[in-house]
């Protein structure tokens, strides 16, 4: 069973900075590359960024570009996003899954649940 579980989000001010993270399961997921990705009220999902396998090299969205720290661990399958000087425009429900393409199950695309991330003072 695949499962990605992200989690950190809540309720930041603006200029502040959140710390996400994403548990992939249920596959060998850590060895692909890995992407955050975000959706807006509103608004189709959105590109954020994305970490390579080893986690030597990092792309940016040009919306959050100079604002995001990416990692992995991948002895524990983890990756994680951190994300500074938050604007209200950051605000969404932020999602991990690899990259480029996300992952299928029975031939459907599978997103988690994401975590909320609102930037509000």
């Known amino acids: 069973q695949v499962q990605l579980v992200e989690s950190g989000g809540g309720l930041v001010p603006p200029g502040g900075s959140v710390i996400l993270s994403c548990a992939p399961s249920g596959r060998n997921l850590i060895t692909y590359v890995m992407g955050w990705f975000r959706q807006a009220p509103g608004k189709e999902r959105e590109f954020v960024g994305a970490i390579t396998k080893t986690g030597s090299d990092t792309v940016e969205g040009d919306s959050v570009r100079d604002r995001l720290i990416m990692s992995r661990d991948n002895t524990k399958n983890t990756v994680s996003l951190q994300m500074s000087s938050l604007k209200a425009e950051d605000t969404g429900v932020y999602f991990c899954?690899?990259?480029?393409?996300?992952?299928?199950?029975?031939?459907?695309?599978?997103w988690g649940q994401g975590t909320q991330v609102t930037v509000s003072s």
């Open positions: 899954n690899i990259d480029p393409r996300p992952i299928t199950v029975d031939g459907k695309d599978y």
